[in-house]
């Protein structure tokens, strides 16, 4: 095959635990071997792949047991929290992607990189935080929970939550290692759950900033600064809609730049699904990226032949 390219893939959050079951860690085995076939195929194809993904649901159970062992141990600041599901779902994925290319005869490493990504202390988001993280509270318990310097808003119809930072990502420390990485022929996996959020002090020196990141913001920027050709977000649709789930619903083959962001200002792309994905798929192509394709986990394959999925270009 002649037209090798370099293709960073975000795996969505039901890559890993489906929706509607418990999520223990042989469910979130078992669906992770189930989600990589497509991934092989890529790799079988000769494309140089870095894969990153969500952790929510996973960084959800850290904050549960946070709070159920509060009285026995110190609790985990959101950032290591990042870092420890990096870790954890970095390992399950490596493993079964690992096994899976040994089952098909491609001889390759995978190796997963604990990722950092630097953000802006200053961030609007620092100052009015909106993203909901962890379990849901009563109303009785908002007060006392505000008395630990939480931000705690209602999360409509569903229950009281914490709300916290999610700045945009402006650099990730350890891209030039995930680019010698992938140039020596690894599959890396990075940026996991956004990857850590860190800040630069006065001297230079990173310190952990307590928020969480985009991971589909954090995905477009690691792909523009290996110089990646393509950015594939895997989510639970085939392709982009408009009218979503309404009679006069309709579904794109391709999207410009342009037509993205008008429909983002219609409203059309809701903040809690399709949008943080239009957003960063606009955030790719304008700093230089040829295109985002945006598809299930079934269809990669066939959608980097051009053959699935909505096709995002300038």
Known sequence: MTNRKTIVVALGGNAIIEEGTEGTIEQQFANTRKSLAAIVGMIREGHKVVLTHGNGPQAGVHLIRNEA????????????????????????IAQCLSNALLKDGVKK???????????????????????YVGPFYKVEQVEALRQRGWIIKEDPGRGFRRVVPSPLPLDVVEKDIIKDLIDDGKIVIAVGGGGVPVRKDSEGCLQGVDAVIDKDRASALLANLIAADELIILTGVDRVAINYKKPDMRFFDRLTVVECEAYLAQGQFPKGSMGPKIEAACDFVKRG??????????????????????????
């Open 69 to 92: 062992a509060s009285q026995q141990v110190p609790p985990s600041p959101l950032g290591v929290i990042v870092a420890d599901t990096q870790g954890s779902m970095g390992y399950m």
């Open 109 to 131: 490493d995978v190796v997963t990189v604990v990722t950092q990504v630097e953000v802006d202390p200053e961030d609007p988001s620092m100052k009015n935080p909106t993203k």
């Open 289 to 314: 990226g040829e295109k985002v394709i945006i598809t299930t986990m079934e269809n990669a394959t066939l959608a980097v032949d051009g053959k699935a999925g909505t096709v995002i270009t300038a």
